[in-house]
Antibody, heavy 120, light 107 residues
Framework: QVQLVESGGGLVRPGGSLRLSCAAS????????MSWIRQAPGKGPEWVSY????????NYADSVKGRFTISRDNAKKSLYLQMNSLRAEDTAVYYC?????????????WGQGTLVIVSS | DIQMTQSPSTLSASVGDRVTITCRAS??????LAWYQQKPGEAPKLLIY???SLKTGVPSRFSGGGSGTEFTLTINSLQPDDFATYYC?????????FGQGTKVDIK
């Protein structure tokens, strides 16, 4: 069955960096766009970024553009999010999701998330 | 960016009730809208896509409707498992944006 397992979250100081990873299994990873979606405490989800199948196209929310970088390794079936210049408002649970960041049926899968806390 | 506004923010209801949640888009999105259910500590789960298509396995008491800028999620005969927070999301244009959520709790 499809599994997406995020890791790499934790506590980081403002201005710091963190790299999130998402390990995929149960499907042909290289066949799908992949994305990151985050959810701040008590708020609705926010799409962060997506990457196409062969890493030739990426897209970012304005709130993270220039600070976050999405990447993937199809051989390792893994998705990454490099987060630099972190701010308090980046505090959230970060979900890895199959697809561009929205769901259109049975292909929809999200991981269980990893918590990032940006605080001094 | 397209803004999505849900109402109400909180809805108190009883088992067996019929409840309706509304989602409004700041500009027309045709039927490029999804509805999700989220329970505490879990990732959101897809219920409905393209405004009215039920995801496989989702109970038929859930239904969606609307087009353009106004959409509804209706739950017929609310069950104990349905007490949760519901979000709409538009995917007409990037960035794909979500509503702020509607929490359905027990009256």
């Amino acid at each position: 069955q499809v599994q997406l397992v995020e890791s790499g979250g934790g506590l980081v100081r403002p201005g710091g960096s963190l790299r999130l990873s998402c390990a995929a299994s149960g499907f042909t990873f290289s066949d799908y766009y992949m994305s990151w979606i985050r959810q701040a405490p008590g708020k609705g989800p926010e799409w962060v970024s997506y990457i196409n199948r062969h890493s030739t196209d990426t897209n970012y929310a304005d709130s993270v553009k220039g600070r976050f970088t999405i990447s993937r390794d199809n051989a390792k079936k893994s998705l990454y999010l490099q987060m630099n210049s972190l701010r308090a408002e980046d505090t959230a649970v970060y979900y890895c999701a199959r697809g561009e960041g929205y769901c259109t049926g049975d292909s929809c899968h999200w991981g269980q998330g990893t918590l990032v806390i940006v605080s001094s | 960016d397209i803004q999505m506004t849900q109402s109400p923010s909180t809805l108190s209801a009883s088992v067996g009730d019929r409840v309706t949640i509304t989602c409004r888009a700041s500009q027309t999105i045709s039927t490029w809208l999804a509805w999700y259910q989220q329970k505490p500590g879990e990732a959101p789960k897809l219920l409905i896509y393209t405004a009215s298509s039920l995801k496989t396995g989702v109970p038929s008491r859930f239904s969606g409707g609307g087009s353009g800028t106004e959409f509804t999620l209706t739950i017929n005969s609310l069950q104990p498992d349905d007490f949760a927070t519901y979000y709409c999301q538009q995917y007409q244009s990037s960035p794909w944006t979500f509503g702020q959520g509607t929490k359905v709790d027990i009256k």
